[in-house]
């Protein structure tokens, strides 16, 4: 499968400042990026998804002027939280797929941990 | 996408073969079945996928019920790192359709 990375792979921040986190696919072309989130002993909910070149789709309930994505290339995209809270403490984990076949499948990064002080 | 229903834990004995169940009644003819499992504090691990017939890899074995209303992951003899919660999730092809995570099933391997 293909080796997506994340990185920083933990953060610790200030309350009101941005964090910028990135996803890259090192050896897979990423058409479409996805972005989740997982709350302690939550499932994963999809926050965003975004195809290369072109502008995000944000889920319902999740801010696209807090979340901001980028998805530059078919290898990397970022999520900056802007104005970061407590309540935006939470793991976020990338995901990407390409053309691969009609199925697809979608591989994750190991996630970047992120702590709101 | 279509809804599964999996019980939220269980524990199989190491070495043994865990056998993890999936409902997914509403299924549409298009869409695969697809199986991650997530370790602790890491991300998804993409384990298996079908459409229709059995299928088989070096991790797991997923067995689809004839009217594809129901599956079951096979790991055929599991280890203490495949503790883990296992998601199954249905999905219909294409590029922009992203998978939908439940809640999973906590599996437990006991020694």
């Known amino acids: 499968g293909a080796v997506v990375s994340q990185h920083p792979s933990w953060v610790i921040c200030k309350s009101g400042t941005s964090v910028k986190i990135e996803c890259r696919s090192l050896d897979f072309q990423a058409t479409t990026m996805f972005w989740y989130r997982q709350f302690p002993k939550q499932s994963l909910m999809l926050m965003a998804t975004s195809n290369e070149g072109s502008k995000a789709t944000y889920e319902q309930g999740v801010e696209k002027d807090k979340f901001l994505i980028n998805h530059a290339s078919l290898t990397l995209s970022t999520l900056t939280v802007t104005s970061a809270h407590p309540e935006d403490s939470s793991f976020y984990i990338c995901?990407?797929?390409?053309?691969?076949?009609?199925?697809?499948?979608?591989?994750f990064g190991p996630g970047t941990r992120l702590t709101v002080l | 996408d279509a809804k599964t229903t999996q019980p939220p834990s269980m524990d199989c004995a190491e070495g043994r073969a865990a056998n993890l169940p999936c409902n997914h009644s509403t299924i549409s003819g298009n869409e695969y079945v697809y199986w991650y499992r997530q370790i602790h504090s890491q991300g998804p691990q993409y384990i298996i996928h079908?459409?229709?017939n059995n299928e088989t890899n070096e991790m797991a074995s997923l067995i689809i019920t004839e009217d594809r209303k129901s599956s079951t992951l096979i790991l055929p003899h599991a280890t203490l790192r495949d503790t883990a919660v296992y998601y199954c999730i249905v999905r219909p092809p294409g590029p922009g359709n992203m998978l939908t995570f439940g809640g999973g099933t906590r599996l437990m391997v006991k020694p």
């Open positions: 079908g459409l229709k």
């Open positions: 995901s990407v797929r390409g053309q691969r076949g009609s199925s697809g499948e979608q591989f």
